[in-house]
């Protein structure tokens, strides 16, 4: 659960725990029998007790919390959880299985289907763009269809500068160079079909 983390598996240290009127917070207090170490975990919020482990429940249930009677009402709300969290099985080592985690999980999936739905657009808009506005050519392997396309000035990409600067520098070279070369070859057949002509 997203709450704060409590210390795991502190059953075996356990000597009590009661509710601290001065400070609104539940105390447990745990001692070391070898290191002669005492220390204690304090928590705010019952809700907190969720993420102790399965152990640690058990220890608490068995060992109720000790409170001033005048503190039994704020004190019964740790025990509550404590108690629901022992007969649910709810304990941090536990995935809860609930609705909302299937919600959660459905909710992912969609973003991401969208997201590749998103993507695969975008990929076929810009495929279509670079047809469409005689985009330069790149470093990839040329498309068979466009391979040998004469590029052609595009009065859409007029104001676009790196547009300007391709046609200039490589686009109306291209271009005269391919008209050229489609005009030699023209008249290399016309050539060829009239000496075919002449030896028949």
């Not at 220890?59 to 039994?72: A, M, V």
């Amino acid at each position: 659960m997203p709450l704060r983390a409590m210390e795991q598996d502190f059953h075996e240290d356990f000597k009590g725990w009661l509710y601290n009127q001065s400070t609104a917070e539940e105390v447990i207090t745990l001692f070391n029998v070898k290191t002669r170490d005492c220390r204690r975990i304090h928590a705010l919020d019952p809700m907190w007790l969720v993420n102790c482990s399965n152990k640690d429940i058990e220890c608490l249930f068995f060992n109720k919390i000790i409170y001033n009677e005048p503190d039994k009402v704020q004190a019964q709300e740790y025990q509550k959880i404590v108690n629901v969290c022992f007969a649910k099985y709810i304990n941090s080592g536990r995935y809860w299985k609930m609705k909302f985690r299937d919600l959660e999980l459905e909710e992912f999936l969609k973003k991401e289907r969208r997201s590749e739905r998103f993507k695969k657009i975008k990929e076929k808009v810009v495929r279509r763009a670079r047809w469409k506005l005689a985009w330069p050519e790149t470093n990839q392997t040329p498309i068979k269809s466009q391979e040998n396309k004469i590029p052609r000035w595009s009065k859409a990409r007029d104001g676009d500068p790196e547009y300007r600067k391709w046609w200039n520098e490589t686009g109306r070279p291209q271009r005269r160079r391919m008209l050229e070369e489609r005009k030699e070859e023209r008249r290399r057949k016309a050539r060829d079909r009239r000496r075919n002509r002449k030896a028949h």
